[in-house]
């Protein structure tokens, strides 16, 4: 059982370990790897060995974040036996994925950092906030908890997790505290400009003509309340993209005007991957995304299915219908 802890608490237990994991989910995003690679910074700077594990490496979107080359893909040798591992951002076990399931459970010493209100806790200490915008936040104030001061290399990386997370402090779960937080990222010397222009102002050609078949082949409700729209793996090879490259394109099925939940369609391989998203009307996590098996935010969730995807939208539109009393 695990057990539920607060950040000064699980401070505690952070600074009494050596020989550290952080782990990541799958399909890293700006919070997961933003997160573990900030904490990784912050351990070094106790004098710790510390290793940041990322299911598949590191983004393409993050490669440049300080840190980032020692990431090591989740599964593969690492330079040290860890005696402990923290999951960071990840919202269930299974999120860590098959090798970072495995490679968690080794650890003598396990806890968990998070902010996703559907996570139930795992490994011996759970740290949840399920008010904190991205896990990012925590980590602010857990390296503060450690007796440290963010460095500029922390900085950026807690950056990055937590405007990524609140849509630039612009989705509901943007807090005081959200604010604070990044307040102190760019007190430690941080140029915002730099940062932001390679998250939100440059995209790769594949990306963009990506984003272009995709929305070719929206497919909106009667009402005009739900959107859908499918990216296959044949759409990946003709715009020459990555997997990756899905992030962001659910939103613009959401930003359509009238449209209260959006769902985007990831083929992977007989699996698929449903992003959802919703409107501050409907919480998509509890209605959707939860009675499919998966999890996530009210606003932002997902699930995989072991459905092609036709079969895998009729499920989850079946579902939202239902909530938006649009039967
Ligand atoms: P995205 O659509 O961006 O991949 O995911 C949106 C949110 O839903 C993220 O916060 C992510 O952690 C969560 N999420 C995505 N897929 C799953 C899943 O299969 N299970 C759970 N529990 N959460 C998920
Ligand atoms: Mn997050």
Not at 135 to 146: F, K, R, S
Not at 188 to 206: F, M, N, Q
Request: glycine share 10%; with cysteine.
């Amino acid at each position: 059982m695990t057990k539920r802890a607060t950040i000064e608490e699980l401070a505690r237990w952070l600074a009494a370990q050596d020989d550290v994991a952080l782990f990541g989910h799958v399909s890293p995003d700006g919070d997961a790897a933003g997160s573990c690679l900030g904490l990784w910074h912050a351990l070094r700077a106790l004098g710790k060995r510390a290793v940041v594990c990322l299911p598949e490496g590191v983004p393409k979107l993050y490669t440049w974040l300080p840190g980032a080359d020692a990431v090591v893909p989740t599964g593969e040798p690492l330079p040290f036996e860890p005696k402990a591992a923290l999951a960071v951002d990840v919202s269930e076990h299974a999120r860590l994925g098959e090798a970072g399931m495995a490679a968690f459970e080794r650890c003598p010493a396990r806890a968990a950092l998070d902010h996703h209100g559907t996570n139930e806790g795992f490994g011996q200490l759970t740290a949840l906030d399920a008010g904190a915008a991205a896990t990012g936040e925590m980590a602010v104030e857990l390296i503060e908890a450690m007796g440290l001061t963010l460095d500029r290399a922390m900085a950026e990386c807690l950056f990055v997790a937590i405007s990524t997370d609140c849509g630039q402090f612009s989705y509901t779960n943007t807090r005081p505290q959200t604010m604070e937080a990044a307040a102190k990222c760019v007190a430690a010397g941080i140029d915002v400009e730099a940062v932001t222009a390679r998250l939100y102002r440059t995209r790769s050609r594949g990306r963009t003509l990506l984003l272009g078949l995709v929305l070719a082949g929206l497919e909106v409700s009667a009402d005009g309340r739900m959107a859908w729209a499918r990216l296959s793996e044949a759409m990946l090879a003709q715009a020459g993209a990555l997997p990756e490259d899905n992030e962001g394109i659910v939103n613009y099925l959401l930003e359509i005007e009238g449209v209260e939940f959006a769902v985007l369609a990831n083929e992977r391989g007989s699996q698929t991957k449903l992003s959802l998203r919703s409107r501050a009307t409907m919480d998509v996590a509890a209605t959707v995304a939860v009675p499919l098996g998966g999890g996530g935010h009210p606003c932002a969730a997902g699930v995989t299915l072991d459905l092609p995807m036709e079969e895998a939208l009729a499920k989850a539109l079946a579902l939202a219908r239902k909530a938006l009393g649009a039967e």
